[in-house]
């Protein structure tokens, strides 16, 4: 028997449509920031209601320029996780600002808001939350925390494009709503990033942000009257951007069943396998607020005999692709060199040693899922402490 296909964690999706429409792009002899992007915004902007949205060539870039729009930078403290993509706190660093990190909770894996208000001091300016996986917390407590303490929130949504709250989507409402469009996440330009902004006036600051400050009067003025970067989104970028909008709703159905697949027959497989008093976590079972970006376990790494990197291997030599998201921020050497320790924030340190990506992408089969469940049920039960 040949060996069974590889399945990575996570794999684009690119139709003929776009392809086409890139290639018609290239050929139009305007490739850069031009009417493909302003059609891309435009659209989002109705996605999300009417709010104005200007794109960035990353997500990083674009909580770069979230946090420049609100006005932070030195002195100031934000509230964070510490399970996110370091991007998050580099971002806070990056302008100035001072990362302050608030545990998690365990069961969604997104900073503990019950948490937050201990963590307010007279310098703090925001709160940025990040909805791992895809998930988003509780809006009306984030909101409730933000208006009392009069704070900003800048919510990195990055991981939550199609995700909602109570039957609103994520970035139709709220302050400062942040997406990337990287080539992993549900909707993607290959790389690129969008942000949700209040009104015009944040809107043009940004577009002046994202092209070295830059202002225009009349045919010949310029002007540059703040320091920006060079964060712009190009037509090619863009014009992929609207094809997946088209696939989009057909993604997230599918993503959904897969998810739906994976609660089934991993608990099927435990059950078979004798192991259900095994503490293997699984996410929040949401169908309504979720995009299911990402489907994470949490490994009973106290109740089996190897850790997450042997984990990973077995599974490797299965054929089955996993990913980390993420290991606590705090343990990096950049921030433990700031003084930052991963044992004020032992939840999120202990998530982030067992936590476990698993494929979930569109193009994945059911048998696929079956084939993972399986797979890593056999691996617990073949490492069991007695
Ligand atoms: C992807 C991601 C980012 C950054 O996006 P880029 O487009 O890669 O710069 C930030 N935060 C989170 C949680 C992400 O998943």
């Not at 712009?232 to 993604?251: F, H, M, W």
């Not at 997230?252 to 609660?263: D, E, P, W």
């Not at 376990?297 to 998201?325: C, N, S, Y």
């Not at 998530?351 to 084939?371: H, K, N, Q, V, Y």
Request: proline share 5%.
């Amino acid at each position: 028997m040949s060996a069974p296909t590889f399945i990575p964690f996570t794999r684009p999706n690119f139709n003929q449509e776009t392809i086409d429409a890139v290639a018609e792009v290239l050929r139009s002899g305007w490739v850069t920031s031009g009417p493909k992007l302003a059609e891309f915004e435009s659209t989002l902007s109705e996605y999300f209601g009417g709010r104005p949205v200007r794109c960035f060539a990353n997500g990083t870039a674009t909580m770069k320029i979230a946090l420049q729009v609100a006005g932070i930078g030195p002195g100031d403290e934000v509230i964070t996780t510490p399970i996110s993509w370091v991007a998050t706190s580099n971002v806070i660093l990056g302008v100035g600002a001072k990362p302050v990190f608030v545990d998690i909770d365990p069961i969604t894996r997104n900073i503990d808001l019950n948490k937050v208000a201990n963590a307010i001091t007279p310098k703090t300016r925001a709160i940025m939350p990040v909805y791992l996986a895809g998930l988003p917390v509780d809006m009306d407590r984030l909101y409730a925390i933000a208006n009392q303490y009069k704070l900003r929130v800048i919510e990195d949504a990055a991981q939550a494009f199609g995700s909602q709250w109570q039957g609103k989507r994520i970035g139709s409402i709220g302050d400062l709503v942040s997406f990337s469009f990287q080539a992993n996440k549900n909707l993607s330009t290959v790389e690129g990033g969008c942000l949700v902004l209040n009104n015009e006036a944040e809107a043009k600051l940004a577009e002046k942000l994202r092209l070295q400050g830059l202002t225009r009067q009349g045919m010949d003025g310029m002007d540059v009257d703040v320091l920006g970067g060079k964060d712009n989104l190009t037509d090619v970028n863009a014009v992929i951007g609207l094809e997946q909008l088209k696939q989009l709703p057909s993604y997230q159905t599918r993503r959904a069943a897969l998810a739906r697949q994976y609660f089934d027959l991993i608990r099927t497989e435990l059950k078979s396998a004798g192991l259900e008093d095994l503490n293997l976590e699984l996410p929040v079972e949401s169908f309504t607020d979720t995009n299911w970006h990402m489907f994470q376990v949490v490994l009973p790494l106290d109740q089996i005999t190897i850790d997450r990197a042997q984990v990973m291997m077995e599974l490797k030599d299965l054929g089955i692709g996993t990913g980390v998201h993420y290991p606590a921020i705090t343990g990096f050497t950049l921030y433990k060199d700031q003084g930052y320790k991963t044992s004020d924030t032992p939840i999120a340190e202990r998530i982030g040693r067992s936590i476990l990506t698993l494929p979930l992408f569109p193009a994945m089969t059911d048998e696929d899922i079956g084939r993972i469940a399986k797979g890593l049920v056999g691996i617990l039960k073949k490492y069991r402490k007695n």
